[in-house]
């Protein structure tokens, strides 16, 4: 795996379809406010540890969340590693999906804690609520909901956000509320909504607003949760301060960038969708996608997802991922592609993807 991602950071004409990010244009006013922090030298200095206040302020804004706590942190990954730390200590419980953003999981186990990872691949590729249910013991502490989801796009209707935060209500559980994907969605129903004082968010500037490299994101919950975590989060002296300046900057132009990509997502999932089904055997077990990516279903081609990565890599500059990573008992049923790409990258993709299933099919 590693040898892969060398491979593509040592390239610099890789379609990149294999980590969700997102490759469309960035607003000038973005680019303008890294140019101006950079050039401010402010870098010399720590920033404020909890975040600058006006990307506090436009967070907590954007989602409709004036009164919540927030702390700024390097990207959702330190939120969810600082929070399952917090949360799970060892012996204890959350309720996980299989398939589901495994780095999660990692961090949960790594303390000692016990990840459920209840199937949910095929039918609604959403929780069974009364599975949920059935896995709750007097050790679980958390519903891991994370909505949309990687890597299927699955998205959970506002009744079934509402059913799961009763169920969290009733054994007295936190619901971890994992948004990277939300502005994908085209409804989206936040848990704060039925349970606000037992929801916590991971949120995530990485893949709306096209900015993984500088590693922004936030945690948001009720004050006195983000009172009482603060001290111990890693970012005690702050976050990138370029990132925060380029985060404010996508912020503040949202209602001018994201409608025209979602538009342009969605033109490249049913570009997507015309060269899976001219693969014989394949399908998309979730269609259309809430999220920026999807998963293509190969089990009944007879190739295996991972030669179907290494094809695209090596042969035609196309990275995807094989979903052994995204998923223990599935894993080796799907390969992982996303889309938040320029539409001719992805054209690229639809070009090569049914000939490399063929040349595969053939020699297998
Ligand atoms: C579900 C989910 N949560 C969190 C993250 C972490 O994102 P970041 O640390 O870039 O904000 C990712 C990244 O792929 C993800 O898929």
Redesign the pocket.
Known sequence: MSDDFAYAHGRDDIVWMS??TNHLPTHPAIEEAIRDSAASHEFNKYPLAKGLPRLRELILEDLGLPDFGIHITN???EA?YCLMRYLQPAGSRMITSDPS?FI?HKFAKMGGAECTDLPIYGGTCRFDLDAVRAAITPETKSILL?DPL?PLGSTYPREEVRALCEIAREHDLWIID?I??RDFAPEHTLATEFAPERTVI?Y?V?KNCGL?GL?V?ALVAPQEFIDDIAGSMVSDLGISIIGQRAAIAALETKPEWLPRNIEICSRNQAIIKRAVDAVDGAHLPVYPSAANMMVIDIADCGVSPQAVQDALLYDHQIFIRAGNYVSARFGDRFVRVSFSLPTPEVERFAEHFPRVMERLCDSG
């Open positions: 980590q969700n990207g959702g990954t969810l953003y999660i994370i990687n994992d990277t994907y991971a995530s990485s993984a590693r994101g």
